[in-house]
């Protein structure tokens, strides 16, 4: 139970700062955001982030351990990636994208927590754990669906041609036609290319050599 423990509080540690440092990424997403949803979306999770920090100080308190950060790796460098796309304006998709990867993180990081609680024995500490692990799959839904919009409007795609995906979508829906059409050419087509090899070329060499001849 003490190596849990340990355990507990080393993963505690690490996502206490991985809170940190989305509470300092998301303004800086808000602001790259181009859609208007998304920018909701990115200032309403950092509202909701510095929530999560609370609650995870009140977590270090059931344990009566020091409110104590650990370098977070992961997050670093998710957080790396974000940026590198809002410097390199690669737009709302990627954007989402990125927190997307963040929340799943978050959301790995709290699922573990809150069984490890559990299994301590900590039913306060699971609560806390489970408001916070529900916000991060809500969060995580919710960048779904704007997702879908932002994808299917284009506003995120940089160089993106609209016209480029209906076209091949409108394509298989006439071509039943089209295709029986060219089967019926394509097998006719050899039947009539061997007709004329067979009654074309033999009788103009014998028309040839029997015009010659005469
Ligand atoms: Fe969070
Ligand atoms: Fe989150």
């Given at each position: 139970?003490?190596?849990?423990?340990?355990?507990?509080?080393?993963?505690?540690k690490d996502l206490?700062d991985?809170e940190?440092?989305?509470?300092?990424a998301?303004?800086?997403?808000a602001?790259?955001?181009q859609?208007?949803g998304?920018?909701?979306?990115?200032?309403?999770?950092?509202?909701q982030t510095?929530?999560?920090?609370?609650?995870?100080g009140?977590?270090?308190?059931?344990?009566?351990e020091?409110?104590?950060?650990k370098?977070c790796?992961?997050?670093?460098?998710?957080?790396?990636?974000?940026q590198?796309?809002i410097?390199?304006?690669?737009?709302?998709a990627a954007?989402?994208?990125?927190?997307?990867k963040?929340?799943?993180?978050?959301?790995?990081?709290?699922?573990t927590?809150?069984?490890?609680?559990?299994?301590l024995?900590q039913?306060?500490?699971t609560?806390?754990?489970?408001?916070?692990?529900?916000?991060?799959?809500?969060t995580?839904?919710?960048?779904?669906?704007?997702?879908?919009?932002?994808?299917?409007?284009?506003?995120s795609?940089?160089?993106?041609?609209?016209?480029?995906?209906?076209?091949p979508?409108?394509?298989?829906?006439?071509?039943?036609?089209?295709?029986q059409?060219?089967?019926?050419?394509?097998?006719?087509?050899?039947?009539?290319?061997?007709?004329?090899?067979?009654?074309?070329?033999?009788?103009?060499?014998?028309?040839?050599?029997?015009?010659?001849?005469?």
């Amino acid at each position: 139970m003490s190596a849990l423990r340990e355990a507990f509080l080393d993963e505690l540690k690490d996502l206490l700062d991985a809170e940190l440092q989305l509470l300092k990424a998301l303004p800086k997403m808000a602001e790259a955001a181009q859609n208007d949803g998304l920018r909701v979306a990115f200032q309403e999770h950092g509202g909701q982030t510095a929530n999560q920090i609370k609650r995870l100080g009140q977590v270090f308190a059931a344990f009566e351990e020091p409110v104590r950060g650990k370098k977070c790796k992961g997050m670093k460098g998710l957080v790396e990636e974000a940026q590198e796309l809002i410097e390199e304006d690669e737009g709302d998709a990627a954007l989402i994208a990125a927190a997307q990867k963040a929340e799943h993180y978050e959301i790995a990081a709290y699922g573990t927590l809150m069984s490890w609680a559990i299994a301590l024995g900590q039913d306060n500490v699971t609560q806390l754990l489970r408001e916070t692990l529900e916000e991060e799959k809500a969060t995580d839904k919710k960048l779904t669906v704007i997702a879908q919009t932002v994808v299917n409007t284009h506003d995120s795609l940089r160089d993106a041609e609209p016209k480029e995906a209906p076209t091949p979508r409108r394509k298989p829906k006439s071509r039943p036609s089209d295709s029986q059409t060219r089967k019926r050419r394509s097998t006719k087509r050899p039947s009539a290319t061997r007709g004329k090899t067979k009654s074309g070329k033999a009788p103009r060499s014998k028309r040839l050599r029997s015009g010659k001849r005469k």
